[in-house]
């Protein structure tokens, strides 16, 4: 089945400095990803639709210079958390879809980011 | 995006069916209904999806009712691995997206 893959799993870093998430589709290309943020006991949220080749979409409240992202390539899209604090410290999880229209979006195993 | 709405929690015995409901009542005619699982610390994880037919996969079977207001996922056969909140979501092929509402935390007991 469609795998995507998230790297780091978890990343600790301090406050004001600056993270990147990639995150892969092993297996298809992918012209749209999806990035989410979830907190603790909280439902996924929505942030952005990244899509290969354009500027990614934002949702309504999300900081698009805060939450940079970059769509490269047709399996590769990378969010980059700027200046970090600690109110950015949650749990970031892309997904991808394999085709297109109805297609499932599949997950990627999310990373954990704590800003000390 | 339709509206979903779950049950905040449920209870099912190890071996035995369980039955999660789902309301989406203002569901649009181009728009299906996907489920996926989260367990903890873990991406969500697609189970089903259909648009007016039941389906069923290796995984669950998905009922519709006729007037597509409101589906019921069903895992035959519960184990404890199957502890999850489990979400029930429309969604349209033209926006591609997927809209989490807060789910239905299955609890599997052994």
């Known amino acids: 089945g469609a795998v995507v893959s998230q790297h780091p799993s978890w990343v600790i870093c301090k406050s004001g400095t600056s993270v990147k998430i990639e995150c892969r589709s092993l297996?298809?290309?992918?012209?749209?990803m999806f990035w989410y943020r979830q907190f603790p006991k909280k439902s996924l949220m929505l942030m952005a639709t990244?899509?290969?080749?354009?500027?990614?979409?934002?949702e309504q409240g999300v900081e698009k210079d805060k939450f940079l992202i970059n769509h490269a390539s047709l399996t590769l899209s990378t969010l980059t958390v700027t200046s970090a604090h600690p109110e950015d410290s949650s749990f970031y999880i892309c997904s991808a879809s394999e085709g297109q229209g109805y297609s499932p979006l599949h997950f990627g195993n999310g990373t954990r980011l704590t800003v000390t | 995006d339709a509206k979903t709405t779950q049950p905040t929690s449920m209870d099912c015995a190890e071996g035995r069916a369980a039955n999660l409901p789902c309301n989406h009542s203002?569901?649009?005619?181009?728009?299906?209904v996907y489920w996926y699982r989260q367990i903890h610390s873990q991406g969500p994880q697609y189970i089903i999806h259909g648009l007016k037919n039941n389906e069923t996969n290796e995984m669950a079977s998905l009922i519709i009712t006729e007037d597509r207001k409101s589906s019921t996922l069903i895992l035959p056969h519960a184990t404890l691995r199957d502890t999850a909140v489990y979400y029930c979501?429309?969604?349209?092929?033209?926006?591609?997206?997927?809209?989490f509402g807060t789910g239905t935390l299955l609890a599997v007991q052994p």
């Open positions: 297996d298809f290309q992918a012209t749209t």
């Open positions: 990244s899509n290969e080749g354009s500027k990614a979409t934002y």
């Open positions: 203002t569901i649009s005619g181009n728009e299906y």
């Open positions: 979501i429309p969604r349209s092929g033209a926006t591609n997206k997927l809209i």
